[in-house]
Nanobody
């Protein structure tokens, strides 16, 4: 089993920044993918950004140039730096871990509002 603990959500004004973090513990696979999905009210959960242990990254088009994903393999931790936030980024953000199967964090709320 893998446990994921997220932190860093909150309320921010348009144009502001937030940094999410997610730490994995338990049975850690040497090769895995970690990252973030989000789900806004009334919408399906969507991929935001993911990163492999080899640091290959994938971003949804809507966040390219604004969000940056990074990780520390030794600490089993992934971060999502979110800049130039806009109201369309408002959602519950879920940490994602994949190795053999998918694990999800409990979710952290990000609200962008003036």
């Amino acid at each position: 089993q893998v446990q994921l603990v997220e932190s860093g959500g909150g309320l921010v004004r348009p144009g502001g920044s937030l940094r999410l973090s997610c730490a994995a513990s338990g049975i850690i696979y040497s090769f895995n993918t970690m990252g973030w999905y989000r789900q806004a009210p009334g919408k399906e959960r969507e991929l935001v950004a993911i990163i492999t242990t080899g640091r290959s990254t994938t971003y949804v088009d809507s966040v390219k140039g604004r969000f940056t994903i990074s990780r520390d393999n030794a600490k089993n931790t992934v971060w999502l730096q979110m800049n130039s936030l806009n109201p369309e980024d408002t959602a519950v953000y879920y940490c994602y871990y994949f190795a053999a199967r998918t694990y999800w964090g409990q979710g952290t709320q990000v609200t962008v509002s003036s």
